[in-house]
């Protein structure tokens, strides 16, 4: 960046530098992800006061190209994945639709007794148990989503053996043949991130997250999983298209 902004202008010096900022931004001098400089260090580069600084943050704050984070500093936005809820999507062409390389790391692969709400939601026998597989997924490298997806066991056991590091709905299609169809009893809550999960994602406690809960379930009606996913909102976007307003 560099000192540009001219005062015998009848241009106000804020949208001057807001136009800087913006374009700095565009041409990828400030990287998406990445901390602009201070208030203090910004007036020092552009000879204008903090309250022009100020202004002009808070208008690209305003317009979505900013994003401040209390404590931390002002951050370039990040590019957000867009989802539209009514479609049955998984995390990898979710990516790939919105130009982003996905990529999984497993991090739990567990043999659990099931609770009572488990067995319930489940459609379980008592002596019966469920495979626990939590996968961190990542797009272009950010880590997006903590995935905790409950299988019916044994006869998800086949993927204790699969690395799980690609689409998992690719592969029960293309290797074992179960294709997966339907998703029932869905909704999105919004959580803060807890001791469990912040470190996980690379995020303090307390920041807010979208919880998405499904139940997805093959050609055949059967369940595949429970999935209780968590998504970094800072980086995600739900949306609706073509609804109808019904009385």
């Known amino acids: ?13 804020y949208k001057q530098l807001k136009e800087e900022l913006k374009n700095s931004i565009k041409n990828g001098t400030l990287g998406h992800g990445e901390k602009i400089p201070t208030e203090t260090e910004l007036s020092e580069i552009y000879k204008v006061s903090r309250i022009t600084i100020r202004k002009a943050i808070e208008e690209l704050v305003r317009e979505g190209l900013l994003l401040k984070k209390q404590g931390k500093g002002t951050f370039v936005q990040q590019n957000k994945i867009q989802r539209k809820i009514d479609n049955l999507l998984s995390f990898t062409e979710s990516c790939e639709i919105n130009g982003m390389i996905p990529s999984s790391i497993v991090t739990k692969k567990e043999i659990l007794i099931p609770t009572e709400e488990q067995i319930k939601e489940m459609g379980l026998k008592k002596s019966e148990k469920i495979l626990f597989i939590q996968r961190i997924r990542f797009a272009d490298g950010f880590p997006i989503m903590c995935e905790n997806n409950y299988f019916p066991y044994p ?18 299609k293309d290797k074992y043949g179960i294709k997966v169809d339907s998703s029932n009893n869905s909704y999105i809550d919004i959580v803060c991130a807890g001791s469990d999960i912040a470190p996980l994602m690379q995020l303090s406690n307390g920041e807010p997250l979208f919880f998405l809960y499904t139940q997805m379930y093959d050609d055949k009606k ?24 019904s009385k």
């Open 155 to 172: 006869k998800f056991d086949f993927l204790i053996s699969e690395p799980l590091t690609t689409s998992l709905y690719s592969l029960l």
């Open 1 to 13: 960046m560099t000192a540009t902004l001219i005062s015998n202008t009848k241009i106000p010096l």
């Open 222 to 245: 059967k369940l595949i999983h429970i999935g209780k996913q968590f998504i970094n909102s800072e980086h995600y976007r739900f949306h609706l298209n073509n609804t109808r307003y």
